[in-house]
């Protein structure tokens, strides 16, 4: 397959995804399996974990199509991280000026951050390989990612972009399914 229609494939792929990871939980009966790759509350990190979510299952497929690149690590933990810092970059910059929320940005964000993370993805795949220790270094980060992923899920730090809005509260337990309190 052509990779820039595979790239393609893989923005609409990985932004249908996301945005089902979204509302997943809900759908899931607040299952909390299902909780550690969906979003659980309104906070900024479960927007980044949205991103992240169906980016970690994407790489099922285009590691069966790209793993033995010798770049294939560098290309996956780069689109991370773009991920990763795009959505708190960005929405802590524009709602420091507007001095809010505002959810049609909000929701561009998230496809901005998809689009320039899987275009990293594969402009890294295009480079000539960057050697065994890149190579290395990289597999390494990206599983050392993954980890962190999965515990900040779990055990989210008592920081600003892991503290819901609506409830105040971090992970698990800043889900509500009632409204908050005025």
Same mark, same amino acid.
């Not at 980044?48 to 290309?75: H, M, Q, R, V």
């Not at 933990?77 to 049609?104: G, W």
């Not at 509260?169 to 800043?174: I, Q, R, S, T």
């Given at each position: 397959? /052509?990779?820039?229609? +595979?790239?393609?494939? &893989?923005? =609409?792929?990985? &932004?249908?995804?996301?945005?089902?990871?979204?509302?997943? %939980? @809900?759908?899931?009966? #607040?299952?909390? !399996?299902?909780?550690?790759?969906?979003?659980?509350?309104? &906070?900024?990190? @479960?927007? =980044?974990?949205?991103?992240?979510? $169906?980016? +970690?299952?994407?790489?099922?497929? /285009?590691?069966?199509?790209?793993? !033995?690149?010798?770049?294939?690590?560098? *290309?996956?933990?780069?689109?991370?991280?773009?991920?990763?810092?795009?959505? $708190?970059?960005?929405? %802590?910059? %524009?709602?420091?000026?507007?001095?809010?929320?505002?959810?049609?940005?909000?929701?561009?964000?998230?496809?901005?951050?998809?689009?320039?993370?899987?275009?990293?993805?594969? *402009?890294?795949? /295009?480079?000539?390989?960057?050697?065994?220790?890149?190579?290395?270094?990289? !597999?390494?980060? !990206?599983?050392? +990612?993954?980890? *962190? %992923?999965?515990?900040?899920?779990?055990? $989210?730090?008592?920081?600003?972009?892991?503290?819901?809005?609506?409830?105040?509260?971090?992970?698990?337990?800043? #889900?509500?399914?009632?409204? $908050?309190?005025?």
């Amino acid at each position: 397959m /052509d990779q820039a229609l +595979f790239m393609w494939i &893989s923005i =609409i792929a990985i &932004s249908i995804l996301g945005t089902l990871a979204h509302f997943v %939980y @809900e759908f899931a009966h #607040h299952n909390r !399996t299902v909780g550690i790759f969906a979003a659980v509350n309104e &906070s900024t990190w @479960e927007h =980044i974990k949205i991103a992240l979510t $169906p980016t +970690f299952l994407w790489s099922l497929l /285009d590691g069966a199509f790209f793993g !033995t690149n010798e770049n294939y690590f560098l *290309a996956k933990i780069t689109s991370l991280l773009i991920a990763t810092f795009t959505i $708190p970059f960005i929405f %802590y910059s %524009y709602r420091r000026i507007a001095k809010r929320s505002i959810l049609a940005i909000d929701i561009s964000l998230f496809f901005l951050a998809i689009i320039l993370s899987q275009l990293a993805f594969y *402009a890294i795949l /295009d480079l000539p390989p960057q050697g065994f220790a890149v190579a290395y270094i990289s !597999t390494l980060a !990206t599983f050392i +990612f993954f980890g *962190a %992923y999965m515990t900040l899920t779990l055990r $989210p730090l008592k920081q600003i972009i892991f503290k819901d809005p609506l409830t105040g509260k971090y992970g698990f337990l800043a #889900h509500s399914h009632k409204k $908050p309190k005025k």
